[in-house]
């Protein structure tokens, strides 16, 4: 066990009667809190580094994770080294800074999209519209429109509680 970091432990093993005892089920979700944030320009982003590095790191003492080659290092420097170094961990329960920050992709807004509500429609189906409402689009309707469209609003909630 004391190869194993703290992630590895708790995720492996519980404390039962004084004992370690090896988990039946290996999908254990470790949580940890305080949850500090990600972002290399908050204040609490030194706790955050310490928080990775104490989780995916085995270790006896702070000051045998700090101390590198006589060198007393800060919670962020050894964050940096971890990742230049690409150390392989088990998967990460902590946000994910880049995954945050990361600009949505644009969909393109393709015109030639067709309605599926108006795939199904019939040539018939189109003459009476067009003759019913002369100069008119065909409305389109997505969920947010649900309970506002007009097939919502004749439908009568009495006459299928009755069937």
């Known amino acids: 066990m004391q190869a194993l970091s703290l992630q590895e432990v708790f995720q492996t093993y519980s404390w039962r009667n004084n004992e370690w005892r090896k988990r039946r089920k290996a999908n254990v979700i ?9 972002s290399p320009e908050a204040d609490v982003y030194p706790l955050y ?17 700090q101390d590198v080659d006589g060198e007393d290092r800060s919670w962020p420097e050894l964050l940096a080294e971890c990742r230049v170094a690409e150390h392989c961990h088990s998967k990460y329960t902590l946000r994910s800074w880049e995954d945050e920050n990361r600009e949505p992709q644009e969909e393109e807004d393709n015109d030639d999209d067709v309605n599926p509500d108006l795939e199904d429609m019939t040539e018939e189906d189109w003459q009476m519209f067009a003759r019913d409402h002369p100069n008119a689009a065909i409305p389109v ?15 009568d909630p009495q006459a299928t509680r009755n069937r």
């Open 30 to 38: 470790l949580r940890v809190f305080p949850r500090y944030s990600p």
């Open 49 to 65: 580094c310490r928080t990775k590095i104490l989780l995916h790191h085995p270790f006896r003492t702070l000051s045998a994770l």
């Open 141 to 155: 309707f997505d969920a947010s429109d649900l309970g506002t469209r007009p097939l919502d609003a004749a439908w």
